[in-house]
């Protein structure tokens, strides 16, 4: 079992930038494909990014493609999620998740691992 710890969210004003970090512990995340979800108060847990196991592909939802940025570094067991040109929209508590085929899936129900989430705030 892998445990997963997120960190760098915050508040920060529209048109600002994040910097998320996801770090695993328990076992190395090396094999596995990662990803990050969010959920707004009164929504469903949606869909944001994700990358295989090695990095090289990535999928993004519409919302947010062109301004966030999903990497890993493997050698440190972490992934980031750069988030830029923040809207007030991009509001919600952010879940890094980690499934163990490897893939860059989009669904939440193809991830085995998750951790407690990050709340990021933008302000209007």
């Known amino acids: 079992q892998v445990q997963l710890v997120e960190s760098g969210g915050g508040l920060v004003q529209a048109g600002g930038s994040l910097r998320l970090s996801c770090a695993g512990s328990g076992r190395t995340l090396r094999t596995y494909g990662m990803g990050w979800f969010r959920q707004a108060p009164g929504k469903e847990r949606e869909f944001v990014a994700a990358?295989?196991?090695?990095?090289?592909?990535?999928n993004y939802a519409d919302s947010v493609k062109g301004r966030f940025t999903i990497s890993r570094d493997n050698a440190k067991n972490t992934m980031y999620l750069q988030m830029n040109s923040l809207k007030p929209e991009d509001t919600a508590v952010y879940y890094c998740?980690?499934?163990?085929?490897?893939?860059?899936?989009?669904?939440?129900?193809?991830?085995?691992?998750w951790g407690q989430g990050t709340q990021v705030t933008v302000s209007s």
């Open positions: 990358i295989d196991w090695s990095g090289g592909y990535t």
């Open positions: 998740a980690a499934d163990k085929s490897g893939r860059y899936r989009s669904s939440q129900y193809a991830y085995d691992n």
